[in-house]
């Protein structure tokens, strides 16, 4: 089995000015760049995971384990954890979504979004005899996001992933796509032992596309 993973110098397009909270409150340069560097972890972190969970067709006990260990800890890094969520629209309405998608490409043409659980099942159990996922991390990071209340903000994030995988020495499949994830910041206030009180940042990740407007 063979795994290979480059990840490349992240590129990334963050601007949020003007952006301002339900209270009226404008985020601070250093807020934004924590906003984005959370952004770029959480999806890095995806990436490098799922070449664990693919590995190779024919695992070992302790080799599917690990696996199911690491398909836990991709659904962590989304909203709903692979189930059913709430969330808050731009009009401020709260709605439940279904669990977040994943879409892949087969030769080029895109598949039906599946749920996040089934791809990652399915990642884990591909027929193949080797598996590489070359995971280009160039990440780029919508302009704007939109405040739903409450400290609350969907956008989205764009990265190209590549796939191959051979069966007896043949290349099987050979896919490369830009997809684009949806992106939900929640701030949350805390206050230390000293009485001062911070604002975390948490982030998850949604539904990831299939796109054809890279660029």
Not at 13 to 18: D, H, N, T
Not at 172 to 198: C, F, H, L, M, W
Request: charged share 30%.
């Amino acid at each position: 089995m063979k795994i290979k993973t480059f990840l490349l110098a992240f590129v990334c397009c963050f601007s949020v000015l003007g952006l301002y909270a339900q209270n009226g409150y404008e985020l601070s340069s250093d807020e934004r760049e924590t906003i984005e560097q959370r952004v770029i972890e959480k999806i890095d972190d995806f990436l490098s995971y799922l070449p664990e969970i693919a590995a190779k067709s024919n695992k070992s006990r302790a080799e599917k384990q690990l696996a199911l260990k690491y398909i836990d800890k991709t659904l962590e890094l989304f909203i709903g954890e692979g189930e059913d969520y709430q969330y808050r629209d731009q009009n401020k309405n709260w709605r439940w979504h279904e669990a977040v998608k994943m879409q892949t490409t087969s030769r080029g043409i895109s598949n039906p979004p599946q749920p996040m659980k089934r791809y990652l099942r399915r990642l884990m159990a591909l027929p193949y005899h080797t598996v590489e996922i070359d995971t280009c991390s160039a990440v780029r990071i919508n302009k704007k996001l939109h405040p739903t209340g409450d400290g609350r903000y969907i956008g989205s994030a764009y990265f190209i992933q590549a796939f191959r995988a051979t069966r007896d020495g043949r290349l099987i499949v050979n896919d490369k796509d830009a997809k684009q994830v949806t992106i939900y910041v929640e701030s949350r206030v805390i206050e230390g032992p000293d009485g001062e009180r911070e604002i975390v940042w948490i982030i998850k990740l949604g539904d990831v596309r299939v796109i054809t407007d890279w660029g």
